[in-house]
Nanobody
């Protein structure tokens, strides 16, 4: 199983980035997907989550209105479009996969523990 996150980089405040997370080795459409981030010296935190179907989406309050999570089950990939970036968005961003029951209408988890698989992380640095 591999979750390959990419798209991070160094940008200025107000810029945009799109992160991608390509999954392999899992039945991607059976998994809810989440994005988490860990800033220097801080605990990892939930950013956004999307159900297996894409029909249920959650965001952390800190990114609501600026970030958009989406998925393409045909490409086994989840995305995080990040607009209006702020210096406080600087962190390593991780994608994670959480196996969902068939036909589940359960919202994506905002806690780390339920997630079965994690990517290696991609660094986003936002300068002021």
């Amino acid at each position: 199983v591999q979750l390959q996150a990419s798209g991070g980089g160094l940008v200025q405040a107000g810029d945009s980035l799109r992160l991608s997370c390509a999954a392999s080795g899992i039945a991607f459409a059976s998994y809810a997907m989440g994005w988490f981030r860990q800033a220097p010296g801080k605990e990892r935190e939930f950013v956004a989550g999307i159900s297996w179907s894409g029909g249920i989406i959650y965001y952390a309050d800190s990114v609501k209105g600026r970030f958009t999570i989406s998925r393409d089950n045909a490409k086994d990939t989840v995305y995080l479009q990040m607009n209006s970036l702020k210096p406080e968005d600087t962190a390593v961003y991780y994608c994670a996969a959480d196996l969902s029951p068939v036909g589940s209408t359960v919202p994506p988890n905002i806690r780390e523990r339920p997630y079965d698989y994690w990517g290696q992380g991609t660094l986003v640095t936002v300068s002021s």
